[in-house]
C-alpha cells in the first residue's frame, strides 16, 4: 500500500463502554473537522502502523455475509456516503460485543481515508480503532512570572492497539482488510465478535503459519527431548530450506529437514495436533513468501547457551554439527566442551 496521497475526508469520535457492567455508549453526532496540521499528525498515527502488516483479513459470516453487522455499515459509507449514521451502529455493534469483564471503556475513532494506493489504484478506506487505555503526560504552564508542572491523560499517538483498516474493493468477496490487535490472545472479541474477520489464506498467510508450526515445535518437542545440536540443526534446516526453495512441498520437506526417524514422526504428531488446536489445515504445496521468510529468519536464529556467562549465536545456516564444530567430554575436567573448526577469524 501506498499512503503517500492519502487524506483524511471524516472523523469522528465515539466512547464505548463494557456493556457487562453497564457503562454506555457516548455517541458523537457529527463528524469533527480536521484542520491540516491535525490531519499530518492524524495520518502519521492511523496508518503507519499498517505499512508492516502483510496478514490480509475479509469479513465472513457462518451463513451469509450480510449478517456480518461490520461488513454492511461499511458497505453502507462506501456506497451510500452514509458516514456519521452508519459509524454510530458501529459504536453500538462494539458496545454489545464488549461484554468480556477485562474489557475496558474506551474512546471508538472512525476515519473515512481518501486515495489509498491499493494494487495499483488509488481507493478510499475505512479505519476502526478502539483506545482503552490512556498514558500520562506532563504538561508546563505559565503563570504569572513562574513556570509550573501539571499532569494529564491523553492518547499515545506512538502505538495503536486495536485498528482495522478496511480497503473499498471486492465487497461481494467481503473487502481486504489489515488488522491490528497487540492484545488477540486475550481479547478475540475484537476479531470474532466485533468483526467477524477470517484470514485470507494467500502465499504469505501459509509460510506464516507453517514456520509458526515449526518455531513452536523447536520449543515444545526439540529443546526438551533432544540434544542442543539436535535443535541447531532443525532450526538452521528449516531456514535453509524455505530460503532455497520457491514453492513449498511437505513431501521434500520432511526428506530434507532431518534424518532422525523419531524427530520425523515427533514433527507429525506436532503438526497434526498444532493443526487441531488451531484449526489450520497445511496444504500439501504452496509458493514460498520470501519477504515474510527473512521476517522468520532471525525467531530461528539459535544459540548455545553455556551455564550462566557464554553464549553461542550460529548466524546463517551453514552450521552443523560434524563439519563447523563437535561435542565432547572431557574426563579429566569432569566437564562438556564445544570445538569449533573454522578457516578465517574476522
Known sequence: MDFSNASIDKLIVHQVGNKQKDEGVYLSHNPQSVEPELENKLLHYFLKPFQLESDLHRFSHSSNLSFNEVYMYTKSIFENNDFARSAERIASHLYEASTHPKIMMGELLIVHFKDIKFDEDFRDAIGIYKVEKKDMFFKVLKNNDSLTLSTDEGINASKIEKGCFIINDDADDGYHIYNIDIHQKVTDYWVNKFLSISPIENDSFKTKQFMNMC????????????????????????????????????????????????????????????????????????????????????????????????????LNNTVQEGRNYEKGYDEESGQFYYKFFFEDEY
Open 215 to 314: 518455531k513452536g515445535f523447536v520449543d515444545e518437542v526439540v529443546t526438551p527431548n533432544y540434544e542442543k545440536s539436535e535443535q541447531v540443526d532443525f532450526g538452521n534446516s528449516c531456514i535453509d530450506f524455505f530460503e532455497k526453495n520457491e514453492n513449498f512441498s511437505q513431501k521434500d520437506f520432511f526428506d530434507e529437514m532431518t534424518s532422525s526417524e523419531n524427530m520425523q514422526e515427533d514433527f507429525r504428531s506436532y503438526r497434526d495436533k498444532y493443526a487441531d488446536e488451531s484449526s489450520i489445515s497445511f496444504d500439501d504445496d504452496f509458493g514460498i513468501s520470501r519477504d515474510d521468510v527473512k521476517k522468520y529468519k532471525n525467531s530461528f536464529r539459535a544459540s548455545i547457551t553455556l551455564d550462566e556467562n557464554i553464549q553461542i549465536k550460529f
